[in-house]
């Protein structure tokens, strides 16, 4: 195939999968969220902005103090949403 005649099919294609997803994408909030997934949610910002603000029943885990020990808190029978509130 022709350099350009593959930019449109490629185009065309990415277009059709970017219309695909929109179908497929559904937004929920947090209680919709946990009720889904019975995630863990954590927080990786240090404990002072967590105090500031933090979703619902989120625990915080430093991430530079995120390790095997810290990490042992955590459930390993439940999922795991690790977030970061930073600009959210």
Request: aromatic share 6%.
């Given at each position: 195939?022709?350099?350009?005649?593959?930019?449109?099919?490629?185009?065309?294609?990415?277009?059709?999968?970017?219309?695909s997803?929109?179908?497929?994408?559904?937004?929920?909030?947090?209680?919709?969220l946990?009720?889904?997934?019975?995630?863990?949610?954590?927080?990786?910002l240090p404990?002072?902005?967590?105090?500031?603000?933090?979703?619902?029943?989120?625990i915080?885990?430093?991430?530079k103090?995120?390790d095997?020990e810290?990490a042992a808190a955590?459930d390993?029978?439940?999922?795991?949403?690790v977030?970061?509130?930073?600009?959210?």
């Amino acid at each position: 195939m022709a350099p350009s005649a593959f930019k449109p099919a490629v185009r065309a294609r990415a277009k059709k999968r970017k219309n695909s997803m929109k179908a497929l994408a559904t937004a929920i909030d947090i209680h919709g969220l946990r009720a889904l997934l019975d995630a863990q949610l954590v927080e990786v910002l240090p404990a002072e902005e967590y105090e500031e603000e933090h979703l619902p029943g989120a625990i915080n885990l430093p991430l530079k103090q995120l390790d095997a020990e810290t990490a042992a808190a955590l459930d390993r029978g439940r999922p795991v949403i690790v977030y970061c509130w930073d600009y959210i």
